[in-house]
């Protein structure tokens, strides 16, 4: 196998991970076996208890992983579904090696940071293996400079050592140019190099990030002051589509440097499929307003959609190939509680999910509305919930339905949780406890849903632990509320729709999870087209 770290440096959120989803698309393309890994320094086990505000989503696979969010971005770029082996956090990398100290794996030795990295490389081992890979992608968290990412520059240095052709490191890095000066600056890029250099690693190729392409001039200056060839600075600048970033790198020559370096030879060139889609994007030119009503987006900073980054990727995936241009709109759902009239001047609405009792009523409030005035919803996940007991208050007459997370004494607990889960609540054992993963549903006839998908029996990705009230079943349906997915031994719901409207279906699942811009979610293309017929007052 080979080996490719890519790093970054200068400043957070740079896009490691949309560069290193790119190199991977890149790489397949060219005929490899591509497996990925991402390495991030926090100590949490995985990402499941992390507030969605400052961590952004949750990305969830089929195996019930909760990851980082750039798994998200290798999935949707690469076109193909990944598992636990494809995550390792400086947590769960100790958590493993104190595991093996205290059942004597380590044979009653000491056990030191030499453990630890040698734990970071059997996990990059084990990444390739399970794809039989060519080629592992290693994507590094957080910027180079900080303490907590050091073990695995290490991890990169020593398998260089053992595996020195087999091994290269891509450097991205920011070049930033400040208003005052209307310039690019070269210098923090060179001083994020001198620090790799400090812990053993020279780059071998450098993605100069920048809001513009760098210009000659800088290319020659960097590769002075880096020792890095000129040909391995990669222009990498802002784009209005993240889809064209792989397409910027081909024109720029980075695959091909790449496999020189790796001594490989491209064994074809399949970016057609990649090309038609970006060229699709590009040509879309009507527009269809969604808006998002939300809690996970508005802080002291504006506006942050990274908590949503899959539901609006998924819009994109679907509006593109049915040639629309999305416009999102952020609804916060505290301010449509205190304004309803928020919702207007809009052809489709998505409740995505969430958690906790904050600002839920605007979210009911948002539910009724669409179904009265036929307005297209989507509800993911707790956007079903919402759905529930919004029927159940407004159509059952149920007053003060609820749900039990969020008013664990209604008379009406028409979304509640199970005992399994209760449980798990009562210890308070929260991390990767949920109904995670991929689960199976059965589509019933007839329906909207079974019509969309074209097939009798779908898998989709879960993360929640509320689910529809049974006890409550026949009401719903008694008063026309069609229950279309259920679980294959038809105890749980996974599914609602109305029949007589427009389109409003609720997912217990998050279908954004497995929309990829090669082959968008049905249930997104059918919400966007449904949303395209709406017409809006001129």
């Known amino acids: 196998m080979k080996y490719i770290f890519v790093s970054g440096g200068v400043i957070s959120g740079i896009g490691k991970g949309i560069a290193a989803a790119s190199i991977g698309l890149l790489l397949k393309s060219a005929g490899f076996k591509v497996s990925v890994i991402k390495m991030d320094p926090y100590l949490n086990v995985d990402a499941g208890t992390m507030n969605p505000l400052a961590h952004g989503e949750t990305f969830v696979l089929d195996d019930g992983k909760e990851t980082d969010?750039?798994?998200?971005?290798?999935?949707?770029?690469?076109?193909?579904?990944?598992?636990?082996?494809?995550?390792?956090?400086?947590?769960?990398?100790?958590?493993?090696?104190?595991?093996?100290?205290?059942?004597?794996?380590?044979?009653?030795?000491?056990?030191?940071?030499?453990?630890?990295?040698?734990?970071?490389?059997?996990?990059?081992?084990?990444?390739?293996?399970?794809?039989?890979?060519?080629?592992?992608?290693?994507?590094?968290?957080?910027?180079?400079?900080?303490?907590?990412?050091?073990?695995?520059?290490?991890?990169?240095?020593?398998?260089?050592?053992?595996?020195?052709?087999?091994?290269?490191?891509?450097?991205?890095?920011?070049?930033?140019?400040?208003?005052?000066?209307?310039?690019m600056k070269s210098k923090p890029v060179q001083m994020s190099v001198k620090e790799l250099n400090s812990v053993g690693i020279q780059p071998d190729i450098l993605l100069a990030r920048a809001e513009v392409a760098i210009d000659a001039p800088r290319i020659k200056r960097l590769s002075f002051n880096t020792g890095i060839e000129a040909e391995d600075i990669i222009a990498a600048p802002d784009v209005d589509n993240i889809y064209n970033i792989p397409l910027n790198f081909e024109e720029?020559?980075?695959?091909?440097?790449?496999?020189?370096?790796?001594?490989?030879?491209?064994?074809?060139?399949?970016?057609?499929?990649?090309?038609?889609?970006?060229?699709?994007?590009?040509?879309?030119?009507?527009?269809?307003?969604?808006?998002?009503?939300?809690?996970?987006?508005?802080?002291?900073?504006?506006?942050?959609?990274?908590?949503?980054?899959?539901?609006?990727?998924?819009?994109?995936?679907?509006?593109?190939?049915?040639?629309?241009?999305?416009?999102?709109?952020?609804?916060?759902?505290?301010?449509?509680e205190k304004n309803p009239e928020l919702l207007q001047g809009y052809q489709g609405i998505i409740v995505p999910g969430g958690f906790g009792a904050r600002d839920i009523e605007g979210k009911i409030l948002t539910v009724k509305y669409c179904r009265e005035n036929n307005l297209p919803y989507f509800g993911l996940c707790y956007g079903l919930q919402m759905a529930v007991i919004e029927y159940a208050r407004n159509v059952l007459g149920y007053l003060g339905a609820n749900s039990t997370e969020i008013d664990?004494?209604?008379?009406?607990?028409?979304?509640?949780?199970?005992?399994?889960?209760q449980k798990k609540l009562l210890k308070k054992d929260y991390g990767g406890t949920m109904r995670l993963g991929a689960?199976?549903?059965?589509?019933?006839?007839?329906?909207?849903?079974?019509?969309?998908?074209?097939?009798?029996?779908?898998?989709?990705?879960?993360?929640?632990?509320?689910?529809?009230?049974?006890?409550?079943?026949?009401?719903?349906?008694?008063?026309?509320?069609?229950?279309?997915?259920?679980?294959?031994?038809?105890?749980?719901?996974?599914?609602?729709?109305?029949?007589?409207h427009p389109f409003f279906v609720g997912t217990q699942f998050h279908p954004e999870l497995k929309s990829r811009p090669l082959n968008p979610h049905p249930l997104f293309l059918g919400?966007?087209?449904?949303?395209?017929?709406?017409?809006?007052?001129?």
């Not at 809690?295 to 629309?324: P, R, W």
């Not at 664990?408 to 889960?421: A, G, I, L, N, S």
Request: charged share 30%; glycine share 6%.
């Open 69 to 183: 969010q750039d798994l998200g971005h290798y999935e949707r770029f690469m076109n193909e579904s990944l598992d636990s082996s494809n995550i390792a956090t400086q947590g769960s990398i100790y958590l493993s090696v104190i595991q093996k100290e205290r059942n004597l794996e380590y044979d009653g030795d000491y056990v030191d940071i030499h453990n630890v990295t040698q734990e970071i490389i059997d996990r990059i081992h084990q990444a390739g293996r399970n794809k039989n890979a060519d080629i592992v992608l290693v994507e590094i968290g957080g910027t180079t400079g900080e303490y907590q990412n050091v073990l695995f520059l290490e991890a990169n240095r020593l398998l260089k050592l053992k595996k020195h052709d087999d091994v290269i490191h891509i450097h991205i890095s920011y070049l930033p140019i400040p208003r005052t000066l209307g310039e």
């Open 252 to 336: 720029g020559n980075l695959t091909d440097r790449i496999l020189k370096k790796l001594k490989l030879k491209r064994k074809k060139n399949n970016l057609k499929l990649w090309r038609d889609f970006v060229k699709k994007a590009e040509k879309a030119d009507k527009v269809v307003k969604i808006g998002i009503v939300g809690k996970y987006f508005t802080s002291g900073s504006g506006v942050l959609t990274d908590s949503y980054i899959s539901v609006i990727e998924a819009i994109k995936h679907a509006s593109f190939t049915l040639g629309y241009k999305p416009e999102v709109v952020w609804l916060d759902s505290g301010k449509v």
């Open 408 to 421: 664990p004494d209604t008379k009406y607990p028409v979304v509640h949780v199970m005992t399994d889960q």
């Open 439 to 500: 689960w199976e549903c059965k589509l019933k006839t007839g329906t909207l849903v079974r019509k969309l998908y074209g097939r009798p029996k779908i898998s989709e990705r879960h993360r929640h632990r509320f689910e529809f009230n049974n006890d409550f079943l026949k009401e719903f349906l008694k008063n026309g509320l069609a229950i279309s997915g259920t679980s294959p031994d038809g105890k749980l719901v996974e599914i609602i729709e109305l029949k007589k």
């Open 527 to 538: 919400f966007i087209q449904a949303a395209s017929k709406v017409h809006l007052p001129t």
